[in-house]
C-alpha cells in the first residue's frame, strides 16, 4: 500500500509539473477501452485502429522531442521566473525550510506561509544572514549592487519577529554568506523537493541567478545532500536571542 501512495503522489507531482501527460493520457485511454472491449461494448477492429493510434502519436512525440535543439542543461536549469509566485508553491506544504542571505522575497509571502503552512499545524524554519556579523560587508560585495543588504536584512527580521509568535515557526542567523540560497519542501515526504539558487557576482538583477529544482524521487542522493546541508547550516546558526544577546555585549 506504501508503494501505491508513493506512486500516487509522484504521479499527481508529474501531472501537476507538466511531466510525462502523453504518456499518462495514453495509459488512461489504454485502460478505458480495454474495459470496453472486456464487456464487447467496443469491437476488436477499433481496438486494433485505437492501438495505431496510440503508436503513431508515441512515434510524433518521440519525434518532436528530437527536434528539440535546446540543450538538455537548460531543460533542468531554470531562472527565478520560471517558478512563478512563491505562493503557489505553498498549498500542500507541510515543512518549510529556507535558507538565504535575507530571505526576503520568501518573506514577502509571510501571510501566505501562515495560511498555507503554519496554521494547518507544519513547520518552517528560516536562516539568514547574521545583520552582526563581520561577514556581511563580504556578502555586500558579492550580491547586487541594487541591494541594500543592512536595509534588507531589517525588513526581514521585521517579518521573521511577527511570525514568531505563531506555533511551528522558528528562525536562526548565520555568521557567513554561502553564496547560494534554498527552499526545501517537505523533506520527510516522497514528494519532496529542494530548490537550489547559485549565487553570482554583483548581479544586475537577483531574477538571474540560475535555480534548480532537486525532487527526491529524481536524484536521491542529492536531495538528501542539500536537506542534510541545510541541517547543517541550522545547527551552525544561532538563535535569534542569542544573536541579539551578543550584539548587545558587542555594543
Known amino acids: 500500500m506504501a508503494a501505491i501512495g508513493i506512486f500516487a503522489r509522484r504521479t499527481l507531482d508529474?501531472?501537476?509539473?507538466?511531466?510525462?501527460?502523453?504518456?499518462?493520457?495514453?495509459?488512461?485511454?489504454?485502460?478505458?477501452?480495454a474495459g470496453l472491449g472486456v464487456i464487447g461494448v467496443v469491437d476488436v477492429p477499433i481496438l486494433l485502429s485505437a492501438m495505431l493510434l496510440a503508436l503513431s502519436f508515441l512515434v510524433f512525440h518521440t519525434a518532436a522531442e528530437a527536434s528539440d535543439q535546446r540543450p538538455a542543461l537548460d531543460q533542468v536549469l531554470g531562472s527565478r521566473q520560471d517558478f512563478g509566485a512563491f505562493s503557489k508553491l505553498l498549498p500542500g506544504v507541510r515543512d518549510l525550510r529556507i535558507y538565504g542571505p535575507t530571505a526576503l522575497n520568501v518573506l514577502v509571502n509571510a501571510a501566505d506561509i501562515r495560511r498555507f503552512v503554519l496554521d494547518p499545524g507544519g513547520t518552517v524554519?528560516?536562516?539568514?544572514?547574521?545583520?552582526?556579523?563581520?561577514?556581511?560587508?563580504?556578502?555586500?560585495?558579492?550580491?547586487?549592487?541594487?541591494?541594500?543588504?543592512?536595509?534588507?536584512?531589517?525588513?526581514?527580521?521585521?517579518?521573521?519577529?511577527?511570525?514568531?509568535?505563531?506555533?511551528?515557526?522558528?528562525?536562526?542567523?548565520?555568521?557567513?554568506?554561502?553564496?547560494?540560497?534554498?527552499?526545501?519542501?517537505?523533506?520527510?515526504?516522497?514528494?519532496?523537493?529542494?530548490?537550489?539558487?547559485?549565487?553570482?557576482?554583483?548581479?544586475?538583477?537577483?531574477?538571474?541567478?540560475?535555480?534548480?529544482?532537486?525532487?527526491?524521487?529524481?536524484?536521491?542522493?542529492?536531495?538528501?545532500?542539500?536537506?542534510?546541508?541545510?541541517?547543517?547550516?541550522?545547527?551552525?546558526?544561532?538563535?535569534?536571542?542569542?544573536?541579539?544577546?551578543?550584539?548587545?555585549?558587542?555594543?
Open 14 to 33: 508529474d501531472v501537476r509539473r507538466g511531466r510525462h501527460r502523453e504518456a499518462y493520457a495514453l495509459f488512461l485511454i489504454g485502460v478505458v477501452l
Open 125 to 251: 524554519k528560516v536562516v539568514i544572514l547574521d545583520e552582526a556579523a563581520d561577514g556581511l560587508v563580504q556578502a555586500s560585495m558579492q550580491l547586487d549592487d541594487a541591494l541594500d543588504l543592512r536595509g534588507t536584512l531589517q525588513n526581514s527580521l521585521s517579518a521573521l519577529d511577527r511570525l514568531s509568535a505563531i506555533p511551528g515557526f522558528s528562525y536562526r542567523k548565520l555568521p557567513v554568506s554561502l553564496g547560494f540560497s534554498m527552499v526545501i519542501v517537505n523533506q520527510s515526504e516522497a514528494d519532496g523537493y529542494v530548490i537550489f539558487e547559485s549565487h553570482g557576482f554583483k548581479d544586475e538583477n537577483i531574477a538571474d541567478r540560475m535555480h534548480i529544482v532537486i525532487g527526491r524521487y529524481d536524484s536521491p542522493r542529492w536531495f538528501s545532500y542539500w536537506v542534510s546541508r541545510f541541517d547543517a547550516i541550522w545547527d551552525a546558526a544561532r538563535p535569534a536571542a542569542a544573536a541579539v544577546n551578543e550584539t548587545g555585549r558587542r555594543g
